[in-house]
Protein backbone atom coordinates (compact mmCIF):
# COMPACT_ATOMS: atom_id res chain seq x y z
CA UNK A 1 0.00 0.00 0.00
CA UNK A 2 1.27 3.51 -0.95
CA UNK A 3 0.86 6.03 1.79
CA UNK A 4 1.18 9.92 1.37
CA UNK A 5 2.38 9.82 4.63
CA UNK A 6 4.85 6.85 4.91
CA UNK A 7 6.42 5.41 8.29
CA UNK A 8 10.34 5.73 6.93
CA UNK A 9 11.89 6.94 3.94
CA UNK A 10 15.48 7.08 2.73
CA UNK A 11 17.02 10.47 2.16
CA UNK A 12 18.81 10.23 -1.10
CA UNK A 13 20.84 12.87 -2.67
CA UNK A 14 22.64 13.33 -5.91
CA UNK A 15 25.83 12.83 -4.56
CA UNK A 16 25.14 9.00 -3.41
CA UNK A 17 23.58 8.74 -6.77
CA UNK A 18 26.96 10.35 -8.72
CA UNK A 19 28.95 7.45 -6.15
CA UNK A 20 27.00 4.61 -7.27
CA UNK A 21 26.98 5.41 -11.06
CA UNK A 22 30.64 5.92 -10.82
CA UNK A 23 31.06 2.19 -9.63
CA UNK A 24 29.22 0.87 -12.37
CA UNK A 25 31.57 2.42 -14.66
CA UNK A 26 34.33 0.44 -13.17
CA UNK A 27 34.86 -3.23 -13.90
CA UNK A 28 34.66 -3.86 -9.63
CA UNK A 29 31.50 -4.22 -8.05
CA UNK A 30 32.60 -6.25 -5.31
CA UNK A 31 35.64 -6.51 -3.00
CA UNK A 32 36.94 -3.36 -4.52
CA UNK A 33 38.13 0.28 -3.11
CA UNK A 34 34.57 1.55 -1.85
CA UNK A 35 34.42 -1.43 0.26
CA UNK A 36 37.80 -0.62 1.85
CA UNK A 37 36.71 3.15 2.00
CA UNK A 38 33.95 2.68 3.96
CA UNK A 39 34.84 0.13 6.58
CA UNK A 40 37.77 2.87 6.72
CA UNK A 41 35.53 5.76 7.41
CA UNK A 42 33.23 3.51 9.97
CA UNK A 43 35.68 2.81 11.89
CA UNK A 44 37.31 6.29 11.79
CA UNK A 45 33.61 7.42 13.01
CA UNK A 46 33.92 5.23 15.94
CA UNK A 47 37.64 5.34 16.71
CA UNK A 48 37.66 1.47 16.67
CA UNK A 49 40.57 -0.84 14.69
CA UNK A 50 38.04 -2.49 12.63
CA UNK A 51 35.03 -1.99 10.52
CA UNK A 52 33.82 -5.47 8.71
CA UNK A 53 30.91 -4.30 6.09
CA UNK A 54 28.12 -7.59 5.69
CA UNK A 55 24.92 -7.81 4.14
CA UNK A 56 23.00 -7.18 6.28
CA UNK A 57 22.60 -6.59 10.36
CA UNK A 58 21.61 -10.34 10.30
CA UNK A 59 24.65 -11.48 9.00
CA UNK A 60 26.70 -9.26 11.65
CA UNK A 61 24.84 -10.46 14.95
CA UNK A 62 25.49 -14.68 13.04
CA UNK A 63 29.01 -13.53 12.17
CA UNK A 64 29.93 -11.81 15.15
CA UNK A 65 28.61 -15.23 17.59
CA UNK A 66 30.39 -17.34 15.42
CA UNK A 67 33.77 -15.08 15.60
CA UNK A 68 33.45 -15.19 19.73
CA UNK A 69 33.20 -19.11 19.23
CA UNK A 70 29.11 -19.09 20.76
CA UNK A 71 27.68 -22.39 20.29
CA UNK A 72 25.91 -25.50 21.47
CA UNK A 73 25.43 -25.47 25.13
CA UNK A 74 26.18 -22.10 25.27
CA UNK A 75 23.25 -19.82 26.36
CA UNK A 76 23.45 -15.74 25.58
CA UNK A 77 21.06 -13.46 27.20
CA UNK A 78 18.82 -11.34 24.74
CA UNK A 79 15.91 -9.09 24.91
CA UNK A 80 12.25 -10.55 23.70
CA UNK A 81 11.19 -6.52 22.63
CA UNK A 82 13.30 -6.80 19.76
CA UNK A 83 13.80 -7.58 16.23
CA UNK A 84 13.66 -11.19 15.69
CA UNK A 85 16.90 -11.50 14.36
CA UNK A 86 18.52 -10.94 18.01
CA UNK A 87 17.82 -14.35 18.63
CA UNK A 88 17.35 -16.61 15.31
CA UNK A 89 21.27 -15.49 14.74
CA UNK A 90 21.42 -17.08 18.25
CA UNK A 91 19.60 -20.02 17.23
CA UNK A 92 21.41 -20.39 14.15
CA UNK A 93 24.85 -21.01 15.94
CA UNK A 94 23.50 -23.80 18.04
CA UNK A 95 23.52 -21.27 21.03
CA UNK A 96 20.11 -21.04 23.59
CA UNK A 97 18.72 -17.66 23.80
CA UNK A 98 17.46 -16.78 27.50
CA UNK A 99 15.00 -13.65 27.40
CA UNK A 100 15.26 -11.15 30.04
CA UNK A 101 12.76 -8.57 30.69
CA UNK A 102 13.21 -4.70 29.83
CA UNK A 103 13.33 -1.63 31.45
CA UNK A 104 9.73 0.73 30.93
CA UNK A 105 11.11 3.75 30.12
CA UNK A 106 14.19 3.01 27.56
CA UNK A 107 12.52 -0.63 26.30
CA UNK A 108 16.30 -1.58 26.45
CA UNK A 109 17.78 -4.95 29.04
CA UNK A 110 17.32 -4.26 32.34
CA UNK A 111 20.60 -5.03 34.02
CA UNK A 112 18.23 -6.66 37.34
CA UNK A 113 16.98 -8.86 35.11
CA UNK A 114 19.76 -9.64 33.17
CA UNK A 115 22.05 -10.87 36.28
CA UNK A 116 18.72 -12.88 37.57
CA UNK A 117 18.62 -14.72 33.72
CA UNK A 118 22.33 -15.45 34.13
CA UNK A 119 23.33 -19.42 34.52
CA UNK A 120 26.87 -21.40 34.58
CA UNK A 121 26.23 -21.86 30.83
CA UNK A 122 25.45 -17.96 29.95
CA UNK A 123 28.02 -17.24 27.69
CA UNK A 124 27.25 -13.65 25.94
CA UNK A 125 25.14 -11.19 26.27
CA UNK A 126 23.31 -9.51 23.88
CA UNK A 127 22.75 -6.13 24.06
CA UNK A 128 20.35 -4.01 21.81
CA UNK A 129 19.69 -0.44 21.89
CA UNK A 130 16.49 -0.47 20.90
CA UNK A 131 14.81 2.40 18.55
CA UNK A 132 18.47 4.12 19.26
CA UNK A 133 17.77 4.82 22.88
CA UNK A 134 21.22 3.32 24.30
CA UNK A 135 21.34 0.78 26.75
CA UNK A 136 22.46 0.91 30.25
CA UNK A 137 26.27 -0.06 29.21
CA UNK A 138 27.81 0.67 32.21
CA UNK A 139 25.53 -1.57 34.30
CA UNK A 140 25.65 -4.26 31.44
CA UNK A 141 29.09 -4.00 30.84
CA UNK A 142 30.08 -4.41 34.29
CA UNK A 143 27.66 -8.02 34.47
CA UNK A 144 29.95 -8.83 31.78
CA UNK A 145 33.04 -8.48 33.19
CA UNK A 146 31.33 -10.32 36.47
CA UNK A 147 30.64 -12.93 35.19
CA UNK A 148 32.79 -13.51 32.35
CA UNK A 149 30.13 -13.17 29.48
CA UNK A 150 31.10 -12.08 26.14
CA UNK A 151 29.28 -8.44 25.41
CA UNK A 152 27.97 -8.15 21.49
CA UNK A 153 26.22 -4.83 21.07
CA UNK A 154 23.38 -4.87 18.57
CA UNK A 155 23.27 -1.19 17.43
CA UNK A 156 21.51 -1.39 14.24
CA UNK A 157 19.01 0.85 14.91
CA UNK A 158 21.51 3.39 17.02
CA UNK A 159 24.35 4.62 14.92
CA UNK A 160 25.10 8.05 16.33
CA UNK A 161 23.40 7.50 19.65
CA UNK A 162 25.92 8.02 22.76
CA UNK A 163 25.64 6.77 26.16
CA UNK A 164 28.39 8.90 28.40
CA UNK A 165 30.21 10.65 25.34
CA UNK A 166 30.91 7.54 24.04
CA UNK A 167 29.33 6.12 21.18
CA UNK A 168 27.47 3.08 20.93
CA UNK A 169 29.15 -0.07 19.25
CA UNK A 170 32.19 0.71 20.97
CA UNK A 171 31.44 -1.10 24.35
CA UNK A 172 31.42 -4.60 23.16
CA UNK A 173 33.71 -7.40 22.18
CA UNK A 174 32.08 -6.62 18.83
CA UNK A 175 29.05 -4.72 17.94
CA UNK A 176 26.75 -5.10 15.27
CA UNK A 177 24.91 -2.64 12.49
CA UNK A 178 22.35 -2.18 10.00
CA UNK A 179 21.72 -0.01 6.84
CA UNK A 180 17.82 -1.25 6.04
CA UNK A 181 16.75 1.69 4.22
CA UNK A 182 14.30 2.67 6.87
CA UNK A 183 17.65 3.22 9.51
CA UNK A 184 19.47 6.40 10.01
CA UNK A 185 22.29 5.55 7.26
CA UNK A 186 21.33 3.55 4.77
CA UNK A 187 23.37 1.17 2.25
CA UNK A 188 20.29 -0.11 0.60
CA UNK A 189 20.73 -3.58 2.33
CA UNK A 190 23.57 -4.10 4.45
CA UNK A 191 25.34 -3.65 7.48
CA UNK A 192 28.72 -3.99 9.52
CA UNK A 193 30.75 -5.55 12.46
CA UNK A 194 32.83 -3.21 14.33
CA UNK A 195 35.90 -5.19 16.07
CA UNK A 196 38.69 -3.96 18.54
CA UNK A 197 41.32 -6.66 17.79
CA UNK A 198 42.87 -7.62 14.35
CA UNK A 199 41.93 -11.24 15.04
CA UNK A 200 38.49 -10.91 14.92
CA UNK A 201 38.06 -8.40 12.18
CA UNK A 202 40.71 -11.42 9.82
CA UNK A 203 37.80 -14.18 11.43
CA UNK A 204 34.96 -11.89 10.46
CA UNK A 205 36.54 -11.22 7.02
CA UNK A 206 36.52 -15.13 6.23
CA UNK A 207 33.37 -15.88 7.50
CA UNK A 208 31.97 -13.33 5.40
CA UNK A 209 33.40 -14.54 1.97
CA UNK A 210 33.05 -17.96 2.28
CA UNK A 211 35.82 -18.87 4.85
CA UNK A 212 38.64 -17.83 2.39
CA UNK A 213 41.75 -17.16 3.44
CA UNK A 214 45.21 -16.11 1.68
CA UNK A 215 44.80 -14.93 -1.62
CA UNK A 216 43.99 -17.93 -3.38
CA UNK A 217 40.48 -17.16 -4.66
CA UNK A 218 39.86 -21.37 -4.17
CA UNK A 219 41.46 -21.56 -0.87
CA UNK A 220 39.07 -21.86 2.50
CA UNK A 221 40.06 -21.96 5.95
CA UNK A 222 36.53 -22.87 7.14
CA UNK A 223 33.11 -23.57 6.43
CA UNK A 224 31.76 -19.65 6.01
CA UNK A 225 29.23 -17.92 4.06
CA UNK A 226 28.71 -15.33 1.12
CA UNK A 227 28.04 -12.38 3.31
CA UNK A 228 30.13 -9.67 1.27
CA UNK A 229 28.66 -5.87 0.68
CA UNK A 230 28.54 -4.90 -2.77
CA UNK A 231 30.61 -2.07 -3.64
CA UNK A 232 27.36 -0.49 -4.81
CA UNK A 233 26.08 -0.55 -1.84
CA UNK A 234 29.42 0.99 0.19
CA UNK A 235 29.43 3.77 -2.55
CA UNK A 236 26.00 4.84 -1.53
CA UNK A 237 27.10 3.64 2.41
CA UNK A 238 30.24 6.12 2.41
CA UNK A 239 28.16 9.31 1.39
CA UNK A 240 25.60 9.05 4.03
CA UNK A 241 28.20 8.60 6.36
CA UNK A 242 29.89 11.60 5.43
CA UNK A 243 26.19 13.25 5.97
CA UNK A 244 25.02 11.29 9.43
CA UNK A 245 25.37 14.24 11.63
CA UNK A 246 23.53 16.16 8.76
CA UNK A 247 20.81 12.98 8.74
CA UNK A 248 21.06 12.83 12.73
CA UNK A 249 19.72 16.25 13.42
CA UNK A 250 17.12 16.19 10.75
CA UNK A 251 15.28 13.25 12.74
CA UNK A 252 16.25 14.40 15.81
CA UNK A 253 14.33 18.04 14.81
CA UNK A 254 11.45 15.77 14.18
CA UNK A 255 11.32 14.09 16.94
CA UNK A 256 11.53 17.11 19.11
CA UNK A 257 8.36 18.56 17.17
CA UNK A 258 6.41 15.52 17.55
CA UNK A 259 7.22 15.85 21.03
CA UNK A 260 5.27 19.24 21.12
CA UNK A 261 2.67 18.48 19.04
CA UNK A 262 1.72 15.49 20.98
CA UNK A 263 2.59 16.44 24.28
CA UNK A 264 -1.48 17.44 25.16
CA UNK A 265 -2.96 14.22 24.16
CA UNK A 266 -4.36 12.84 27.28
CA UNK A 267 -3.44 9.24 28.15
CA UNK A 268 -0.33 9.07 25.42
CA UNK A 269 3.21 8.06 26.73
CA UNK A 270 5.70 9.91 24.58
CA UNK A 271 9.19 8.55 24.24
CA UNK A 272 11.88 10.02 26.72
CA UNK A 273 13.02 13.65 26.02
CA UNK A 274 16.16 13.31 27.70
CA UNK A 275 17.65 10.18 29.28
CA UNK A 276 21.23 10.95 31.74
CA UNK A 277 24.10 10.42 30.10
CA UNK A 278 22.74 9.39 26.82
CA UNK A 279 21.88 10.87 23.40
CA UNK A 280 19.49 9.30 21.15
CA UNK A 281 19.86 8.72 17.49
CA UNK A 282 16.18 8.61 16.67
CA UNK A 283 14.98 5.26 14.21
CA UNK A 284 11.45 5.29 14.86
CA UNK A 285 8.58 7.80 17.25
CA UNK A 286 7.18 5.37 19.15
CA UNK A 287 4.55 6.18 21.23
CA UNK A 288 2.20 4.30 24.06
CA UNK A 289 -1.31 4.25 23.47
CA UNK A 290 -3.64 4.81 26.37
CA UNK A 291 -5.22 2.25 28.43
CA UNK A 292 -7.94 0.33 26.68
CA UNK A 293 -7.14 1.39 23.18
CA UNK A 294 -7.91 -0.36 20.38
CA UNK A 295 -4.61 -0.19 18.44
CA UNK A 296 -5.68 -2.63 15.34
CA UNK A 297 -8.66 -0.26 14.64
CA UNK A 298 -6.70 2.68 15.33
CA UNK A 299 -4.20 1.63 12.73
CA UNK A 300 -6.65 0.23 10.47
CA UNK A 301 -8.52 4.27 10.78
CA UNK A 302 -4.75 6.00 10.02
CA UNK A 303 -3.98 3.91 7.39
CA UNK A 304 -7.04 4.65 5.51
CA UNK A 305 -6.00 8.37 5.97
CA UNK A 306 -3.24 7.71 3.94
CA UNK A 307 -0.54 7.31 7.38
CA UNK A 308 1.70 4.42 8.02
CA UNK A 309 2.39 3.01 11.16
CA UNK A 310 4.35 0.11 12.63
CA UNK A 311 3.98 -2.15 15.23
CA UNK A 312 7.28 -1.94 16.66
CA UNK A 313 7.68 -5.02 18.39
CA UNK A 314 5.58 -8.05 18.24
CA UNK A 315 7.70 -10.21 21.43
CA UNK A 316 10.06 -12.78 20.31
CA UNK A 317 9.02 -15.05 22.61
CA UNK A 318 5.30 -15.26 21.46
CA UNK A 319 5.89 -15.11 18.01
CA UNK A 320 4.54 -18.03 16.25
CA UNK A 321 7.64 -18.97 14.55
CA UNK A 322 9.40 -19.73 18.18
CA UNK A 323 6.35 -21.78 19.33
CA UNK A 324 9.01 -25.07 19.41
CA UNK A 325 12.13 -23.11 20.12
CA UNK A 326 11.99 -21.96 23.73
CA UNK A 327 13.82 -23.33 26.79
CA UNK A 328 13.09 -21.53 29.63
CA UNK A 329 12.65 -17.83 30.13
CA UNK A 330 12.10 -15.64 33.07
CA UNK A 331 8.26 -13.89 33.06
CA UNK A 332 8.11 -10.94 30.72
CA UNK A 333 5.70 -8.77 32.03
CA UNK A 334 7.09 -5.84 31.04
CA UNK A 335 7.82 -6.78 27.67
CA UNK A 336 4.47 -8.05 27.02
CA UNK A 337 2.76 -4.41 28.31
CA UNK A 338 4.66 -2.52 26.50
CA UNK A 339 4.47 -4.75 23.35
CA UNK A 340 0.65 -4.32 23.93
CA UNK A 341 0.73 -0.46 23.37
CA UNK A 342 3.47 0.35 21.20
CA UNK A 343 2.85 2.36 17.85
CA UNK A 344 5.44 3.48 15.28
CA UNK A 345 4.54 7.13 13.65
CA UNK A 346 5.55 8.46 10.48
CA UNK A 347 9.48 9.10 11.17
CA UNK A 348 12.10 10.34 8.24
CA UNK A 349 14.48 13.00 7.55
CA UNK A 350 12.50 14.86 5.04
CA UNK A 351 9.18 14.85 7.23
CA UNK A 352 7.48 18.13 6.70
CA UNK A 353 6.23 20.34 9.64
CA UNK A 354 2.82 20.34 7.64
CA UNK A 355 2.94 16.33 7.91
CA UNK A 356 3.49 16.32 11.32
CA UNK A 357 0.88 18.09 12.21
CA UNK A 358 -1.52 16.24 10.05
CA UNK A 359 -0.35 13.24 11.78
CA UNK A 360 -0.48 14.76 15.21
CA UNK A 361 -4.41 15.77 14.74
CA UNK A 362 -5.45 12.82 13.17
CA UNK A 363 -3.73 10.82 16.07
CA UNK A 364 -5.55 13.06 18.83
CA UNK A 365 -8.45 13.11 16.76
CA UNK A 366 -8.55 9.31 17.44
CA UNK A 367 -7.17 8.17 20.44
CA UNK A 368 -8.98 11.14 22.15
CA UNK A 369 -12.80 9.53 23.12
Known sequence: MNFRIPLS????????IDAVTAVLRTTQLSLGPELTAFETALARYHQVPHA?????????????LLTLGIGPGHEVIVPSF???AVANAVLQVGATPIFADIDPLTFNLDPK????AISPRTSALLVVHTFGIPAAMDA???????HNLVLIEDACEAIGATFKERLVGTFGDLSVFGFYPNKQLTTGEGGAVLAHSAEHAARLRSLRNQGRSGTDWLDHAELGFNYRLSELACALGRVQLGRLAELLAQRTAAARNYLRLLGDIPGLKLPPTSLPDREISWFVFVVQLPDGSDRQRLQAELHARGIATGRYFAPIHLQPAWKNSLRRHAPLPVTEAVAQRVLAIPLFNRITKQQQEEVANTLAELVIP
Do not use: N, Y
Request: aromatic residues 2%; proline residues 3%.
Open 9 to 16: SPDITQAE
Open 52 to 64: VAVSSGTAGLHLA
Open 113 to 116: RVEE
Open 82 to 84: AFI
Open 140 to 146: LRDLAAR
